[in-house]
């Protein structure tokens, strides 16, 4: 009986170490995911100026180069 209980004790601190080493991986990868969606927002905020700025400009209200 007390080998049964023995075995049991090296089990659970087996899992509680590994829970806990999973545990520190989650956290890592959420903050990890955190910082892609920043930058995901901030290019997303780079391509929306760039398209604002595209749409400014339209050449074909500008006048035709002398060679035409």
Do not use: A, G, R
């Not at 829970?19 to 989650?26: A, F, G, H, T, V």
């Not at 100026?49 to 749409?55: F, G, I, R």
Request: hydrophobic share 25%; proline share 4%; aromatic share 6%.
């Amino acid at each position: 009986m007390d080998n049964l209980i023995k075995k049991l004790e090296e089990q659970i601190t087996f899992l509680q170490h590994e829970i806990s080493q999973m545990s520190e991986e989650l956290y890592s990868q959420q903050k990890e995911i955190e910082n892609q969606k920043k930058e995901i927002l901030q290019i997303k905020s780079k391509i929306i100026s760039l398209e604002e700025n595209t749409n400014k400009y339209d050449s074909k209200n500008d006048p035709l180069p002398p060679h035409y």
